[in-house]
């Protein structure tokens, strides 16, 4: 039997979601506890990865187990036993034919800017950035990438990929005070593309450039042309959406 865990958490302290030895990842916390828990060893596989710092409010991952299981009982007993920057949201039951990666709909991503004045307390979860920002260049800048493109220009400079293509369906820049948000929703995204998209996009808007640049950085399909990786702490997976049919 197949189940789907929802979970959130804190980047903060990991080496990001995907397990690697000798090093505190999201996957090996989970699958750790989960194991014993069950009391047979169990792999999670997630929708996708996350960087070192990057934090979930909603990640997505399925598991097997040959039992059936009481959803609410393993969702509490996990979450006695996870570390304080894990929380299990939900777990049910889901067809075995169901794939958290591979049934993907489309991702939600925000990042989180503060245009105000620094703030130590928030240096983990919200980029301090601490200048102004041209709402208006950067919602103007950022339209140019709604849609179906190339992204190689954003993504990690080795090559990793096959197909740099991915459609973003919007878009959205939204001021509360003095903090910005930067929420993209899409159908995919390549390893670094969101960190790379807004630190292209605070870039031209820092130094006034035309917004149709961004084009022109995206049609050459080399990642030198792209400006500066932004930091992951104002990153967050916000959430992962399935067709309705799970």
Do not use: W
């Not at 997505?60 to 894990?86: E, R, T, V, Y």
């Not at 140019?144 to 096959?162: D, M, P, R, W």
């Not at 899409?186 to 808007?205: D, K, P």
């Amino acid at each position: 039997m197949r189940y789907l865990i929802d979970f959130s958490y804190d980047g903060t302290d990991f080496y990001g979601y995907q397990k690697q030895l000798d090093k505190r990842t999201v996957q090996g916390e989970i699958e750790t506890v989960l194991s014993k828990v069950l009391n047979c060893k169990t792999i999670i596989n997630a929708s996708g990865r996350t960087d070192a710092k990057v934090h979930a409010y909603n990640q997505k991952a399925h598991f097997d187990c040959d039992k059936s299981i009481d959803c609410g009982k393993l969702k509490n007993s996990l979450n006695k036993m996870l570390p304080n920057d894990i929380f299990i949201k939900n777990i049910k039951q889901v067809s075995n034919h169901f794939h958290a990666r591979y049934d993907v709909k489309y991702k939600k991503y925000i990042y989180k800017i503060n245009i105000g004045e620094y703030n130590p307390f928030e240096r983990n979860y919200i980029y301090q950035y601490n200048k102004n920002l041209d709402i208006d260049l950067l919602k103007e800048t950022a339209s140019y990438l709604i849609g179906t493109h190339n992204f190689k220009s954003f993504t990690k400079a080795v090559q990793e990929e096959k197909d740099y293509v991915r459609t973003i369906y919007e878009i959205n820049i939204v001021q509360r005070n003095n903090i910005v948000e930067i929420e993209f929703i899409g159908n995919g995204f390549l390893r670094y593309m969101v960190r790379n998209l807004v630190g292209t996009l605070l870039t031209i808007n820092e130094r006034k450039m035309a917004p149709f640049i961004i084009q022109d950085i995206m049609d050459k399909q080399d990642r030198v042309e792209a400006f500066k990786t932004i930091n992951p702490e104002g990153l967050y997976l916000e959430d992962v959406i399935y067709e309705s049919s799970i």
